[in-house]
């Protein structure tokens, strides 16, 4: 029995990666978010005031989209040496963002609404292969094929000449 639960466990695994994370709050105004190595503290969802510092989750989020689009096409297997330069920016739309600071009469929930993310790619491709190249890297990130799924979510790929 127990060389089947192994096979069984085996084969989950081969399509299933679970991850877990825990967060706890000792001061009640902030988070602390534990990954299975590291943690992040977080204090605020989003901020709205131009001298503030910390990381806040929005932030996180939208680094984790970006890096995850980026990171698609240098961990390409075979093909991570194509590119020779890599950068992205990306914008967000924030809806109803006047709920989050209590604004009377803006109770709409908060949501992101759109992300447009451009890829600027240093790479020796030719059109029809850059393309290909773009789209294969592109379908390679978990966050992407998630996101796009549940929002407005447009990546444009441009090529440095």
């Avoid at 989020?61 to 040496?81: D, Q, T």
């Avoid at 790619?121 to 190249?133: I, P, Q, R």
Wanted: aromatic share 10%; glycine share 4%; with cysteine.
């Amino acid at each position: 029995m127990k060389r089947t639960d192994e096979r069984l466990n085996a084969l989950y695994e081969s399509k299933i990666f679970d991850m877990n994370f825990r967060g706890t709050s000792a001061d009640l105004s902030s988070v602390k978010i534990y990954t299975n190595k590291n943690s992040v503290h977080v204090e605020k969802q989003i901020s709205f005031d131009s001298e503030y510092k910390p990381i806040t989750s929005l932030e996180y989020f939208a680094g984790s989209v970006l890096s995850s689009i980026l990171l698609a096409f240098l961990e390409r297997p075979n093909r991570g040496s194509v590119v020779e330069e890599i950068e992205g920016v990306l914008n967000l739309s924030l809806e109803n963002p006047l709920s989050l600071v209590g604004v009377k009469g803006y109770e709409e929930e908060p949501r992101i609404t759109k992300m447009t993310v451009t890829v600027f790619l240093y790479v020796d491709l030719e059109d029809k292969a850059f393309d290909d190249f773009c789209s294969g890297a592109l379908a390679r990130s978990p966050i992407y094929n998630t996101l796009k799924r549940s929002m407005s979510l447009e990546v444009l790929f441009k090529k440095l000449i």
